[in-house]
């Protein structure tokens, strides 16, 4: 993984740690422009995770000879076991201290849904998501898992192909229909595909670096995104999406001065559990820090940023890092080889 992805990755998550501590702390009620940033731009830390998920899939499959149910096993012990461990806990809340997460409703049916990563409307009645609300995009992930792996069983040339025809497919035909979920209607879903070509190009010729030019890209991305409050459909794809591609174009340019940190590596290590984590550091906090003790928002923020980054190091360490090689240990060794071009 390249440090410049991960640094980036690292980024989109605490982009999306501040959105929500907008929403948690302030109803998204802004009085301020910083305020009034993080609550109507910092979703798209969504749209960054979804360019990235399809870059780094597609260059850690290159050149490699992997079976469909082997690249979808190793995907799925990646993502399911934190996620969860945080959908049982979050459900816990629910259950036994429904103060601190107000917001929030339980049923069976709807945490076997988000196990299963199935799109449910959410039983507190606010949309398409699940008992642990920031996992909406787990079932684009997964989704798009499914489809990279069905493409393995093609050759080489065609499986690009195969991956955006059927997302377009499952995104304009399929996803009408009764036997998939209309949550896939959503065109954020082609943000997978921004990544998959950035992929194949990095993969086969290499993302140029520079000096002057990244600078100058992520200036001109960040400007873009800036011009679009939460921008609805198709919109999104072009206000907020393309510039998430241009942005990991921009990060890759600036590979050879930033590679060698490592805080960067290990911050992007820790992304997806602070994803999944920082909403039950924020309720609580929340909770006890302003709602019982009377703390100002900041000063309380102050103290859940270093217990969510603390968390999130040990999530990793001891849930995704242990419990995957764990996992691993029960699948037959297989040493991958060189595919062959068809």
Not at 309 to 319: G, I, N, P, R, T
């Amino acid at each position: 993984m390249l440090i410049s992805v991960q640094a980036l990755r690292a980024l989109a998550a605490w982009v999306v740690v501040f959105h929500h501590f907008m929403q948690v702390f302030f109803s998204f009620e802004a009085s301020n422009w910083v305020e009034a940033l993080f609550s109507t731009r910092g979703q798209v830390g969504v749209d960054i995770f979804f360019v990235i998920s399809g870059f780094v899939i597609t260059v850690s499959t290159q050149g490699k000879r992997l079976s469909s149910p082997r690249f979808l096993i190793h995907r799925f012990i990646r993502v399911a076991p934190a996620y969860w461990l945080y959908t049982a806990i979050t459900a816990l809340v629910i259950v036994f201290a429904s103060d601190v997460m107000p917001e929030y409703a339980f049923s069976v049916t709807g945490l076997l849904k988000s196990l299963l990563f199935i799109p449910a409307e959410n039983p507190a009645g606010y949309g398409y998501y699940p008992i642990l609300p920031v996992g909406w995009t787990l079932n684009f992930e997964m989704l798009f898992y499914l489809v990279f792996a069905l493409s393995l069983t093609l050759g080489r040339r065609y499986r690009l192909w195969a991956v955006v025809l059927s997302i377009i497919a499952i995104n304009t035909l399929f996803a009408h229909q009764p036997f998939l979920s209309s949550f896939y209607t959503d065109p954020i879903i082609f943000e997978f595909l921004l990544g998959v070509g950035l992929g194949v190009i990095h993969a086969r010729r290499g993302l140029p670096e520079g000096r002057f030019w990244p600078p100058l890209a992520i200036a001109a991305s960040l400007g873009t995104i800036l011009l679009f409050n939460d921008p609805p459909g198709a919109l999104r794809f072009v206000g907020w999406g393309l510039p998430s591609a241009l942005l990991v174009i921009a990060v890759i340019g600036l590979e050879s001065r930033i590679g060698g940190h490592r805080f960067f590596k290990a911050v992007g290590d820790w992304s997806y559990s602070t994803y999944l984590i920082h909403i039950l550091v924020l309720w609580p906090g929340h909770y006890l820090l302003t709602q019982r003790f009377g703390l100002n928002p900041y000063p309380a923020l102050a103290l859940c940023v270093p217990l969510i980054a603390l968390l999130s190091w040990l999530s990793y360490e001891l849930v995704e890092k242990r419990l995957s090689r764990g996992l691993k240990r029960w699948l037959p060794e297989r040493q991958p080889r060189p595919a062959l071009a068809h």
